[in-house]
């Protein structure tokens, strides 16, 4: 009989192996940040084709993944230095050069060279934003108060508020509306609807971020019914409700910079009288 062999047992480690590299909790909200770099690419070779509101799409696609991404970052404790810069330069080519872009092909090339001014200066402004947001995260921590405001208009809103013409136009193919079509190609009417959204976005406006922003009790049931009427009317009506919220949204500034102020006179007036107790207490010991 031929003897048995005996089969060698191989050793198994007696730990897995370990990769080397980030959690897939960093990497998420760049891969979100990279498709929002991508739909604003593909926003400007939309423009390019003439499909204006395939290129508008794309934008607003790239507007609420750059919503998503920085939330999901913090949820999942993300946040990298790396991402935040990803983030703004992906937000430089979607919301700075994809609507500066669409909007002189769409009606400021008429223009020639002049035309191109209006464009880029609202790309400028655009970049400017964004590197006075990355460098104010490097600064001093600003007083409490001034958490819940942006400084200037961010970034996806101008770019909401630039295409508002275009919004127009693609509302006025829809209705039959010649007059308004013709004024929301005019290019003085986009020139100067660009060059004020430039100027708002560099501005020094406290802007309500929504971030820590509280609803009274009494408005919690106005809000949701009118968020229902809105998203009907968007399905029913997108350019106009898009075109109505770049209106509403500019309404609101005022408001913001009226609550900027009142936070800013109570907090002065909390620390005036902390100063006023510390004096006095001092006084009284000597």
């Given at each position: ?205 406290p802007v309500w971020s929504f971030k820590n922003f509280k609803v009274p009790a009494p408005a919690v049931l106005p809000i949701l019914l009118g968020t229902g009427v809105y ?46 107790e510390t004096d006095e207490t001092e006084t009284t010991a000597a």
């Amino acid at each position: 009989m031929w003897p048995v062999r005996r089969r060698r047992r191989l050793k198994r480690p007696a730990h897995r192996p370990r990769y080397k590299g980030p959690s897939f909790n960093r990497v998420l909200p760049n891969v979100l940040t990279m498709l929002g770099l991508c739909a604003g690419l593909t926003g400007i070779r939309f423009s390019l084709d003439g499909q204006f509101d395939a290129a508008v799409i794309a934008i607003m696609v790239a507007a609420v993944i750059d919503g998503l991404d920085g939330r999901i970052a913090r949820l999942l404790k993300g946040t990298s230095r790396f991402g935040a810069e990803f983030d703004s330069l992906a937000d430089f080519l979607c919301f700075g050069v994809a609507p500066a872009f669409l909007l002189y092909l769409w009606s400021l090339h008429r223009l020639g060279g002049v035309g191109f001014i209006p464009s880029l200066m609202f790309a400028v402004c655009m970049a400017l934003r964004l590197a006075r947001f990355n460098a104010a995260l490097d600064s001093a921590p600003a007083p409490k108060y001034t958490a819940g405001f942006f400084t200037g208009v961010p970034a996806p809103a101008g770019a909401l508020v630039a295409l508002f013409p275009i919004f127009l136009g693609l509302e006025s193919r829809l209705v039959g509306m010649q007059w308004l079509d013709t004024l929301s190609h005019n290019p003085a009417v986009v020139a100067l609807v660009l060059i004020g959204t430039a100027l708002l976005l560099v501005s020094t406006l406290p802007v309500w971020s929504f971030k820590n922003f509280k609803v009274p009790a009494p408005a919690v049931l106005p809000i949701l019914l009118g968020t229902g009427v809105y998203a009907a009317f968007m399905l029913a009506e997108p350019w106009a409700a898009l075109a109505l919220a770049g209106v509403i949204y500019v309404g609101m500034l005022p408001f913001s910079t009226r609550s900027f102020r009142r936070l800013r006179g109570e907090a002065e007036a909390m620390r005036m009288g902390e100063d006023a107790e510390t004096d006095e207490t001092e006084t009284t010991a000597a």
